[in-house]
């Protein structure tokens, strides 16, 4: 019960765009699923059906996440064309079956692409001495459950 008087949310006042949710469930599902892909390519040896699959779905979640219009200009930004030449041209490498080239070619255009972000990354990390999990992780903490004491 809301309260006397006082009138409960209604469903078109919702201020979260439902139309587009579900897009962005799924792209983070689908980017997910590439990521797992690039990873388990990588470890079978650079295998370059996954890669190729992995690159596919990770852009592909990647778009429906942010979408096309956003995608675009990330990537198409005058000072990171280079990395995206590197980043796209890795993609192609990889689609044509030269995995090893393909990843070291996507490799640097990520880090080309994503330098602005890893600061701030590094910077999240370097704080986690005042997130209470993190925190006990960082410091090397074990984690004690109920059967620690039967040892």
Not at 114 to 133: C, D, E, Q, Y
Request: hydrophobic fraction near 50%; include cysteine.
């Amino acid at each position: 019960m809301v309260g006397a008087g006082v009138p409960g949310p209604s469903l078109s006042q919702s201020p979260i765009h439902t139309t587009s949710l579900p897009v962005a469930e799924i792209g983070v599902g689908t980017t997910g699923f590439g990521i797992f892909f690039i990873l388990f390519g990588m470890l079978l040896y650079f295998d370059s059906v996954l890669l190729a699959f992995g690159n596919l779905l990770f852009l592909t979640g990647l778009s429906l996440i942010i979408g096309l219009r956003k995608t675009f200009s990330f990537f198409f930004q005058r000072h990171k064309l280079k990395g995206t030449s590197f980043f796209l041209g890795g993609v192609l490498v990889v689609l044509l079956r030269w995995p090893l080239l393909g990843m070291c070619l996507e490799t640097y255009g990520f880090f080309s692409l994503f330098k602005g972000f890893f600061p701030v990354a590094f910077g999240f990390l370097g704080n986690t001495s005042n997130i209470p999990f993190l925190s006990a992780v960082s410091r090397g903490d074990e984690m004690r459950g109920p059967m620690s004491s039967c040892a």
